[in-house]
């Protein structure tokens, strides 16, 4: 065995192990693959077979044993296959590379595999007359009169990719144009050097530091986006659980407000002074106690809208409670004209309390709170209107614990189904509370909403 075999045999060898190296890499620490990746591992595997027929084709030349003609003749003929089948696979991986940087490749890809398809069928020809090579009566391999023509058809075949880094320049970074420049013009000068040199293995050994540079050029670069990506998903996940965090935050925060001390003193004396005199009407009364008060803790459960009935009984519960405190000083009008469709939990009882508490009580004989729910167009309008006090929505709130509830609905229903409160009042004419609530026509949008 000659020094050219050995060298020939171990550059190749060493060729093909770092294309399964790389290849070993992507499969293995990649959880899944992109099609690029896929692309590039086709190409990688090319190059592999394309060393194991060299490296054949070199060792079995002359061999006179068993099966000696056909090693001689597999090696070569899969040698020229895989020389010509690595330049389409990478015109693969180059157009699937463009199309992902938002270029429109044409037929760029289809005129590479159309002059490969030449090539193959050449090859196939030579098979039967020495156009390419030919094998002696003794199994060595000798060029032909045409060898030539492999050669400068690989090299015509990579005219379309050279024309694609020149067409979609401005889409590739200074890395990107280095790597893809390199596939093809070195290769190319391999190749020119290949037809007048006899039993070089230049153009073998370029197409392997060729793949080795994309990969480490682009294809880490790849794995470097997509963890940028992972990062970012994890990133809004985060968010969507802070969001949930804030949300129960909300429905605590807010439920704690229904729940003050005054209240349930004010609401359970009411009820001692009822068992007193109208017993019957204390058992009505406890049982709407005890109905506001599971009100509230169920909002703690429901991370979901709930149906506008159940919420409007909650209101008819806290209301029916003030009734008993109050009698003729609150008045309570319904107007509930549109009633199907869902809302965050405890949207409407902090407004009414507000309403009541802030308004119709602090007026001189009382007042009257309407209660109106009706759909406009698209949009379902709900509005609580007091002809109370009133007040000036510009002026600073001092009693961040008078308003937290209505700032926490607010955050609430633009945040769960994108709805929007709005405030309107004037000193001495009463308030008026306005929610809007899109409505989706798919049913996907509602159980969506959180």
Known sequence: ???????????????????????????????????????????????????????????????????????????????????????????????????????????????????IGVGIVLLLISQFVPLYYFIDGINVYHRGNFYWLSNAIGMVAMLPGIWMVIKFRHILNIKEKIAFSAYYVLPLA????????????????????????????????????????????????????????????????????????????????????????EPEMASKALEHFAYFLRGNLDSLADTRLIPFRKEIEHVKDYLYLEKIRFEEKLNVEWALEYMDFRLPPLTLQPIVENAVRYGITKKKGG???????????????????????????????????THVGIDNVRDRLAMQCEGSLLIESERGAGTKAKIILPQKETEAYENNCR
């Open 367 to 401: 007042g009257t709170l309407v209660i109106q729910s009706r759909k406009i167009g698209n949009d379902v309008v709900i509005d609580i209107t007091d002809d109370g006090v009133g007040f000036d929505v510009y002026e600073t709130k001092t009693d961040g614990r």
């Open 190 to 277: 391999a190749a020119g050097s290949h037809i007048f040199i006899y039993g070089a293995v230049s153009l073998h050994v370029v197409n392997t530091l060729v793949a080795v540079s994309i990969y480490i050029l682009i294809q880490a670069e790849q794995a470097n986006q997509l963890s940028e990506k992972e990062l970012e998903i994890e990133r809004i996940h985060t968010a969507i659980m802070e969001k949930e965090l804030e949300l129960q935050k909300s429905r605590i925060s807010i439920m704690l407000s229904q729940i003050q001390p005054h209240f349930l003193y004010n609401s359970l004396t009411g009820i001692k002074d009822l068992c007193d005199t």
């Open 1 to 115: 065995m000659n020094i050219q075999v050995v060298v020939n045999t171990a550059l190749q060898t060493f060729g093909g192990l770092i294309s399964l190296i790389i290849i070993l890499c992507l499969v293995v620490y990649r959880e899944k693959q992109s099609r690029l990746d896929k692309l590039y591992i086709e190409m990688l595997l090319c190059n592999i077979f394309l060393q194991i027929a060299n490296i054949s084709s070199w060792l079995f030349d002359g061999w006179q044993g068993i099966g000696g003609e056909l090693l001689v003749r597999s090696s070569n003929l899969f040698m020229f296959l895989f020389s010509f089948l690595l330049i389409g696979t990478f015109i693969n991986y180059f157009t699937a590379y463009i199309g992902e940087r938002g270029g429109a490749v044409t037929r760029e890809a289809q005129t590479c595999w159309l002059i």
